[in-house]
């Protein structure tokens, strides 16, 4: 269908660590899949995606991986910062130009 | 730009009322969408339009939600009668339709609702 699970629901790394997001879909057809940001109070806010044709993508200390074959992507964000700390959705198009999003991850930075 | 903006960003109304959320998508931008987001549902697409014209409006909960958009640069979703379970961020969103499919979403900063 067009749920998008994500994994974990939360996730707590020491400053400096890796944090690793993984989303799963069910539609093969999805060919865009967005990575948003929200920090508390505020609007969710695009960091990086990735459209079918690619593989992986990387954008500094962030990265993301698709595998269409699996119907898995994965957000890596390294070097973690105490800004790091918000709440990552995954997002997937469902067909239509819209997006269905993941159940959001908290992730925390602690010093 | 000043990008997506919504009005007003705080709205406090008691179970009954007529309730009227505002959008102003960035100009240019020929997708409009509207979310709502609770902590129970997460980020829920509530209904989009293209070119003014709605789309896919089946994630309205029910008849007491309505949306319009008479023109490009302005949207309304209405609410009547408001009941508490409605209470919750609504935000609303605009993207360009790219030649490559869908184009990045930018979101506005949502309406807080509070329905008592």
């Known amino acids: 269908g067009e749920n998008v699970e994500q994994h974990p629901s939360t996730l707590s790394v020491q400053e400096g660590d890796s944090a690793v997001i993984k989303c799963t879909y069910s539609d093969s057809a999805s060919n865009y899949f967005p990575w948003y940001k929200q920090e508390l109070g505020k609007r969710p806010q695009l960091i990086i995606d990735i459209r079918s044709n690619v593989g992986e993508k990387k954008d500094q200390r962030i990265a993301v991986t698709l595998n269409k074959t699996a119907k898995h992507f994965s957000l890596h964000i390294t070097e973690t910062q105490p800004e790091d700390s918000a709440v990552y959705f995954c997002a997937r198009e469902g067909g239509g130009n819209k997006l269905t999003f993941g159940t959001g991850t908290q992730l925390k930075v602690e010093l | 730009d000043a990008g997506v903006i919504q009005s007003p960003r705080h709205e406090v109304t008691e179970m009954g009322q007529e309730v009227t959320l505002r959008c102003k998508p960035i100009?240019?931008?020929?997708?409009l969408f509207w979310y709502r987001q609770t902590m129970m549902r997460g980020l829920e697409l509530l209904i989009y339009f293209n070119n003014n014209v709605p789309i896919d409006d089946s994630g309205m909960p029910e008849d007491r939600f309505s949306a319009k958009m008479p023109n490009a640069s302005f949207s309304t979703l209405k609410i009547q009668p408001s009941e508490p379970r409605d209470s919750a961020v609504y935000f609303c969103?605009?993207?360009?339709?790219?030649?490559?499919?869908?184009?990045?979403?930018?979101f506005g900063p949502g309406t807080r609702l509070l329905v008592l």
């Open positions: 969103a605009s993207s360009l339709a790219g030649s490559g499919g869908l184009e990045t979403q930018y």
């Open positions: 100009s240019g931008h020929d997708y």
